[in-house]
Structures are given as structure tokens and as C-alpha cells.
């Protein structure tokens, strides 16, 4: 079993709609949550971290859910430039340094 | 800006031959990675770096070696390469207290033909 599963999708989503990921992960020790994204030909970047509360930051939302080992992430109002790999990123606590990846979903927000 | 630049874009190589690729990051960052990303699969870590001559191995070290000589640059090393190492490669550095925001380069398009 992989220590983080996404949904690929794809997603294609008109304009305008919300949109949301879910990740799960393996470890019930990983301590630290992150959704990075990633265009087309890019190199992925961070998005957002994602607390035990759960944060938002302008159309973003992530979630944690620690007892169900399950991360979200909700986009509302997509916008093409939405457009992008989203992917779900876990640091257990085993290990400062390293981050593991899951394999991302892609979405493809349409005119 | 956190810049992370690798050496080539694309490069094509030959079964059997010894493969350079270097990383250098201009943000005075303690970390650094080597990743490889292939779909489905995600980004699987090769080997890291925290400080110069200093290496870790990762999730899939076989068949790659690194070199730490500078803190800015940092070389992953296919002695062999082969066929089931064609894959975009990414470099990534972070700082020592910031174990969670990773930068990462433009990737290298590595094909083994």
C-alpha cells in the first residue's frame, strides 16, 4: 500500500465550480501535512500547509482528519488558472527531513 | 527569490554510460534533494543532503550516488545508467529549520535509450 493515495482524477470542472481532493496516508505518526501544486512541464511548489484545525488562505481550504488519516483540499470558485497537479505531501515523524509524495490529481478547470 | 537551477533541461543518453546531474541553489540552503518523478508514482526520493559531505540514502537509492562538496551544489551520479532510469529528475533544497517547504529546480528530462 502506497504511504500517501490521491484520487489521479482527472477533474475537469467548469469555471466557477468547487472542487474538492482527498488524500489519504498510511502513517498514523505523520505529523506534518502539505498540499503542493504543480503545472504543466513545472516543478511542484507549496500551496499550502494544512493544520489540525484546518486553514484557509483566499479560495483554498484544507482539512485534517487525524482519526481517519484523510487530508482535504477545497477550491471554491475555480479559476482557469486553477489549472494544475495537486499534491498531497506527508512528513512522518521518523524522518526530519523528508517529505513523501502522492502521485497528485490533476485538474483541468474549463471555460 | 529561492532560485534552484539544474544542468540541463533534457538529456539523452546511452545505456552503460556514467550520468551527471548537477543542482545548485543560490539560497544558502542547509538541504538539499534528488527526487524522481514518473506517473503514477509520484516523486520518489533518491538520496539528501544536509549538510556539505554529508548524504542519506532515500526511498530508491540503487543504481544512483551523490556528491556534496559545496553547499550549493549537489550532484546525483548514474554510474550505469540504464533503461529503467529514464525519468524527469527534480532537485529540490530546503532550509535546516524549515523541514517543510521544499524548492525545487525545473527538473532534467533524463531518456536512456
Known amino acids: 500500500r502506497k504511504e500517501v493515495e490521491q484520487d489521479p482524477g482527472p477533474f475537469n470542472v467548469p469555471e466557477g465550480a468547487t472542487v474538492a481532493f482527498n488524500c489519504t496516508y498510511s502513517n498514523s505518526a505523520s505529523q506534518s501535512f502539505f498540499w503542493y501544486r504543480q503545472d504543466c512541464r513545472k516543478e511542484p511548489k507549496l500551496l499550502m500547509s494544512?493544520?489540525?484545525s484546518g486553514n484557509e488562505d483566499g479560495r483554498f481550504t484544507a482539512q485534517l482528519n487525524r482519526a481517519s488519516q484523510y487530508i482535504s483540499l477545497l477550491i471554491r470558485d475555480s479559476k482557469l488558472s486553477d489549472s494544475a497537479t495537486y499534491l498531497c505531501?506527508?512528513?512522518?515523524?521518523?524522518?526530519?527531513?523528508?517529505?513523501?509524495f502522492g502521485s497528485g490529481t490533476q485538474l483541468t478547470v474549463l471555460p | 527569490d529561492v532560485k534552484v537551477t539544474q544542468s540541463s533541461r533534457y538529456l539523452v543518453k546511452r545505456t552503460g554510460e556514467k550520468v551527471f546531474l548537477e543542482c545548485v541553489q543560490d539560497?544558502?540552503?542547509?538541504?538539499m534533494f534528488w527526487y524522481r518523478q514518473d506517473p503514477g508514482l509520484g516523486l520518489r526520493l533518491i538520496y539528501f543532503s544536509y549538510d556539505v559531505k554529508m548524504k542519506e540514502k532515500g526511498d530508491i537509492p540503487e543504481g544512483y550516488s551523490v556528491s556534496r562538496e559545496k553547499k550549493e551544489r549537489f550532484s546525483l551520479i548514474l554510474e550505469s545508467a540504464s533503461t529503467n532510469q529514464t525519468s524527469m529528475y527534480l532537485c529540490?533544497?530546503?532550509?535546516?529549520?524549515?523541514?517543510?517547504?521544499?524548492?525545487f529546480g525545473p527538473g532534467t528530462r533524463l531518456t536512456v535509450l
Open positions: 539560497m544558502d540552503h542547509e538541504n
Open positions: 505531501v506527508v512528513r512522518s515523524s521518523g524522518s526530519a527531513r523528508q517529505l513523501t
Open positions: 494544512v493544520y489540525s
Open positions: 529540490a533544497s530546503s532550509w535546516r529549520g524549515s523541514i517543510n517547504e521544499q524548492f
